[in-house]
């Protein structure tokens, strides 16, 4: 954990906690963090750091401290019964009243500048959504919240923007309490509404049985996607990405390509599965079996970029001369003097201002016939002429299919 402790002053006099995780870039706009009814745990400060990460300051207050300061409950059986029971004593007013507080202290943090929004789960979604008809918030971000839909009426008092995320399969909320939600929304431009069919309670929370990773990504580009639109901060992620492929491929430095990504990356490049996963791992990925075993004649063409709020999707096309074994794309294939053009897809995720991940996806079956390890004679594979279609779309289409009439 990056965070700490602080503590926040109550009305009449007395402290409660709050956790504090503050971004390396060293300010940005704030994130309130509502917990779910297991406290402020540890998997509610791991969201705290990883919003940091994304260039927030977050505070996480203990919403629980009237009951019990400090309540960390895990997921097992034991931990829901306690959970539930705190929940039972859990006073919605008097924890707007401490969230309303916690935001004004959120803003009085030297780090903390412009807007503040919240981000809550379960107990939490609810209370962002009532903390945003009280107006203590800029926007707002609410995963499954329970007991919404007997809340709608509040909507014609929310003036700002909000996101909802529901899973279509969760146990504590009914299917007629989300399609009310879902309904009441449709018509309202500020208030998006999201459902992920498969996903149960929880699907955000890796901590939890339920974690859906496929649902919990899609969900947090979505929430970025608001924070980013309505508080900022605002990064040039295709600045940020060309330069990377510039340490990677034209000056060829290990030290400034990984200087670009956050201290725990990834890269899987999809047809080989090759790559590294953390630092350590994919600077010696890199160091070992890639910035230096690119051929010389390595060129990468642009076709398209699309460029989103935590993410980058480059279209290009991949060009060099097989002149040496290329680990990462032909792994054990010793030079065959080839030339190669073949289409290459790159999504990029960053985190903040640096890289997070990359997932590269190329035909490698075309590479294959390429290089002539792969007759494509009597297969529905082909070889350079898929770079030269994606150049050229005049070319002729469905070649490859015997039952096409040409007319």
Not at 8 to 37: M, R, V
Not at 327 to 344: F, N, Q, S
């Amino acid at each position: 954990m990056s965070g700490s402790w602080i503590s926040i002053k109550n009305t009449d006099g007395a402290d409660f906690g709050g956790y504090l995780s503050k971004p390396s870039s060293g300010s940005g706009p704030g994130i309130l963090l509502i917990q779910e009814i297991f406290g402020v745990n540890d998997s509610i400060r791991r969201v705290a750091d990883y919003y940091a990460e994304e260039g927030y300051v977050v505070l996480a207050p203990d919403l629980f401290w009237r009951i019990k300061e400090r309540v960390e409950l895990d997921y097992s059986t034991d931990g829901m019964k306690a959970a539930l029971a705190f929940y039972q004593k859990f006073d919605e007013e008097n924890a707007l009243e401490d969230i309303a507080l916690s935001v004004k202290a959120l803003r009085k943090i030297n780090e903390c500048v412009g807007k503040v929004g919240a981000l809550g789960f379960c107990l939490g979604g609810k209370m962002v959504f009532l903390a945003a008809e009280r107006s203590y918030i800029d926007c707002g971000v609410s995963y499954y919240g329970v007991g919404i839909e007997k809340s709608l009426h509040m909507l014609k008092n929310i003036k700002c923007p909000l996101a909802l995320h529901y899973g279509g399969s969760d146990e504590h909320i009914s299917i007629e309490a989300i399609k009310k939600i879902k309904d009441t929304v449709a018509y309202i431009q500020s208030v998006e509404f999201y459902e992920y069919p498969d996903a149960g309670h929880g699907f955000a929370n890796s901590d939890r049985n339920e974690f859906s990773k496929s649902d919990s990504l899609m969900a947090h580009s979505r929430s970025i996607a608001l924070f980013r639109k309505e508080m900022g901060p605002y990064f040039n992620l295709s600045e940020l990405w060309d330069k990377h492929c510039e340490y990677e491929f034209m000056t060829r430095n290990v030290e400034a390509t990984m200087d670009t990504m956050v201290p725990q990356p990834y890269v899987n490049h999809i047809p080989t599965m090759t790559g590294g996963v953390g630092y350590n791992d994919l600077k010696r990925f890199y160091t070992e079996h890639f910035i230096f075993a690119n051929p010389k004649d390595t060129k990468l063409i642009p076709i398209s970029r699309t460029i989103g709020s935590d993410r980058v999707v480059d279209e290009l096309l991949f060009c060099f001369t097989h002149d040496k074994e290329i680990d990462w794309m032909l792994p054990g294939v010793k030079a065959t003097g080839h030339y190669v053009e073949i289409p290459l897809v790159a999504i990029v995720c960053f985190r903040g201002g640096k890289l997070y991940n990359e997932h590269i996806y190329w035909d490698q079956a075309s590479v294959l016939v390429q290089i002539g390890l792969l007759d494509k004679k009597g297969l529905p594979v082909a070889g350079r002429e898929t770079a030269n279609k994606l150049l050229n779309e005049t070319l002729p289409s469905n070649k490859l299919m015997k039952n096409w009439r040409s007319e």
